[in-house]
């Protein structure tokens, strides 16, 4: 079992930045791959970044390239998404997900095993 427990989210403006962090405890962190999801009100749960076991890879869904970016300490057991130049359109729910292997699919729910509860992120003027 792997134990995700999400924080940093909150209230801010459009174009403004927020940095989410993911702590996990259980099993091997660097034995998994992590993921971010989110969810808003009404849609679907939706792949939004992810990262290799080192952290040598990482993936985006098209609408956050250049603007976020995922990243782990493997030695502290935590992934991060830093996000800049939010929109409105970024709000949502956003989980952290655990895969011991996504292979050629990142963004495929199904290939994560684990999840945190999610933290809360809205942006609005």
């Known amino acids: 079992q792997v134990q995700l427990v999400e924080s940093g989210g909150g209230l801010v403006r459009p174009g403004d930045s927020l940095r989410l962090s993911c702590a996990a405890s259980?099993?091997?962190?660097?034995?998994?791959?992590m993921g971010w999801f989110r969810q808003a009100p009404g849609k679907e749960r939706e792949f939004v970044a992810a990262?290799?076991?080192?952290?040598?890879?990482?993936y985006y869904r098209d609408s956050v390239k250049g603007r976020f970016t995922i990243s782990r300490d493997n030695a502290k057991n935590t992934a991060y998404l830093q996000m800049n130049s939010l929109t409105p359109e970024d709000t949502g729910v956003y989980y952290c997900?655990?895969?011991?292997?996504?292979?050629?699919?990142?963004?495929?729910?199904?290939?994560?095993?684990?999840w945190g509860q999610g933290t809360q992120v809205t942006v609005s003027a």
């Open positions: 997900a655990a895969a011991a292997d996504y292979g050629s699919a990142p963004d495929r729910r199904d290939k994560y095993l684990y």
């Open positions: 259980g099993r091997t962190f660097s034995n998994y791959c």
């Open positions: 990262i290799s076991r080192a952290g040598s890879r990482t």
